[in-house]
């Protein structure tokens, strides 16, 4: 096997279009499915939104794998590892790559919210037939010659589009998206920052100082949210990159500590037998 000691590939949506969003209708001989299945792992900058109309096959996500069935929504949020394993039958349906900024903070809180369980969900014929006239209407614009025009519409479809996705998940799962709560907006505030500074920040004073708030104001805020505190959180982002580089790269215990801000490589493996229940080489064994 070649020695892949690469990151993890960090695929970014402005350099497949300069519109924030990319849509593209899919069946078993698109391009879609093909580039899908031959980019094997990687990471997204952006939303990844499904509309399966037939089945569509599998996709890994962070090492989890959900079979994509006929009228069934899924979406991959910013940063998680995924494959596509792609399908034996005829696949059909829709696929949206979507910038996150046009994605409205109310919106991106339910998405986002850690008690959301992001899984295929099965989605009515009442539901379905806005969101594909939806579709459609976003399709014929995009292709328009007066771009100006056209672009402004497929962004109010676009709001449109996402409110009924989003809709669709809160309602069987309970999570309110009519409004956007002052902890639920702080959430948000930390999990972005997490995401991008959890090499360096490995406390929750740290981040607290960053957020400009108290300690136990951002604690009180995370874990009214999601029922855990801000060190949980921390800790769970660490070990989900340490699976990302355990799983694709062949960087050595020692080398991933290190990149992910550990001097002490005995201290992180540690770590990582006690959130996961194996060593770092047990899950690589596992999973390779």
């Given at each position: 096997m070649a020695d892949k000691r690469n990151d993890i590939p960090m695929h970014r949506l402005e350099e497949m279009t300069d519109q924030g969003f990319h849509l593209k209708k899919v069946d078993v001989q698109s391009e879609t499915v093909k580039q899908g299945v031959l980019l094997g792992s990687h990471r997204?900058?952006?939303?990844?939104?499904?509309?399966?109309l037939t089945g569509m096959g599998s996709?890994?996500?962070?090492?989890?794998?959900?079979?994509?069935?006929a009228n069934t929504l899924f979406y991959i949020l910013p940063g998680q590892m995924h494959s596509y394993r792609g399908s034996d039958a005829a696949a059909t349906g829709w696929f949206m790559a979507l910038d996150p900024g046009l994605v409205p903070d109310s919106f991106r809180a339910v998405l986002e919210n850690p008690l959301l369980s992001i899984k295929p969900v099965a989605v009515m014929p009442a539901e379905l037939?806005?969101?594909l006239q939806c579709l459609e209407l976003m399709d014929t614009l995009q292709r328009r010659l007066d771009p100006c025009y056209s672009r402004q519409a497929v962004y109010h479809m676009l709001s449109a589009f996402t409110a009924m996705f989003t809709d669709v998940y809160a309602r069987q799962?309970?999570?309110?998206?009519?409004?956007?709560?002052?902890?639920?907006?702080?959430?948000l505030e930390f999990r972005k920052l997490l995401s991008v500074e959890y090499k360096q920040l490995k406390s929750a004073g740290e981040y607290a100082a960053a957020l400009h708030l108290s300690l136990s104001y951002l604690n009180e805020a995370v874990k009214d949210t999601t029922g855990f505190t801000v060190s949980y959180w921390i800790q769970q982002q660490i070990v989900l990159e340490a699976k990302r580089l355990l799983y694709y790269s062949q960087y050595s215990v020692k080398e991933i500590a290190h990149r992910l801000g550990y001097e002490d490589h005995t201290y992180f493996s540690r770590l990582f037998k006690k959130t996961v229940g194996r060593t770092p080489l047990e899950f690589r064994g596992l999973y390779r």
């Open positions: 997204d900058d952006h939303y990844l939104f499904f509309l399966g996709v890994m996500v962070d090492f989890e794998e959900f079979t994509l069935e037939e806005p969101m799962q309970c999570i309110p998206a009519d409004k956007v709560s002052r902890s639920q907006t702080i959430m």
